[in-house]
């Protein structure tokens, strides 16, 4: 894990440097994150409690409406022995001015975890209202117990200053053969409020939801918060 926290880290320096040399007409942005939270769930199992987590992320514009996305995070339990390392490539494309839609490949690397470790191939759609709202819709087949995951999700957006914003998501999820489940699975939730320190660094608290519709490991409500670095 160390060495993996290295390399991102040697990342996280260097690519603000490799930037300046990249020609304008191929714009792409960096984000490195660091976030702590009280529990991890995924897909409606509890992984791990207190977990410590990194991400950091690229998008690279390749016309005014395709971008591809690449990065990576790894999450360790405090005092535990889950420990998570996570990469992935994305290409994402808008569809007139109210819709988005990607498509993804992952792998998740896992240890002493209940989910394997295995390729993740996956599909997003989103609707842009002309409001604080929109909505999306996404599905996933993950390689490693060859079963389905699917959400219905609405996300909210609420600026309180030039500096602050208030942001939730309310999910519905539904499963096919993933780990032996099948049918609904749980209804989640997150409530997150930023602060832009500057125009590199936000401060992000939230408190996050998973309200299981099959019983499984029980209820979880989870809280933490995230720092963000863009370059």
Known sequence: MK?????????????????SEVGEDIP???EAVTGLRSAYSYRGFELASST?????ETEVAINNDLSLAA?????SELGGQFEEKTGFLELR?????AFTAGAAVGYHGYSNSVI???????????????????FSTSVAHDCGVGGW??????HWYKRLSDDAFLSGKLGVSGTEDYYGLS??????????????????????????????LRHRDGNEIHAGFWFEVSF
């Open 183 to 212: 049918g609904l699975s749980e209804l989640n939730g997150r409530l997150s409020f930023t602060y832009n320190v500057n125009t590199m660094l936000s401060v992000t608290p939230f408190v996050g939801y998973s309200h299981e």
């Open 52 to 56: 410590l987590d990194f991400q950091l």
């Open 116 to 134: 394997r470790s295995g390729f993740d191939l996956s599909g997003t759609f989103t609707w842009h209202t002309k409001t604080d709202w929109k």
């Open 71 to 75: 990065g990576g995070w790894i999450a």
């Open 28 to 30: 792409y942005g960096i």
């Open 3 to 19: 060495n993996f926290v290295l390399v991102l880290v040697v990342l996280g320096v260097t690519c603000p440097l490799l930037k």
């Open 149 to 154: 995951y699917g959400e219905l999700a609405s």
């Open 93 to 97: 494309t808008t569809l007139g001015d």
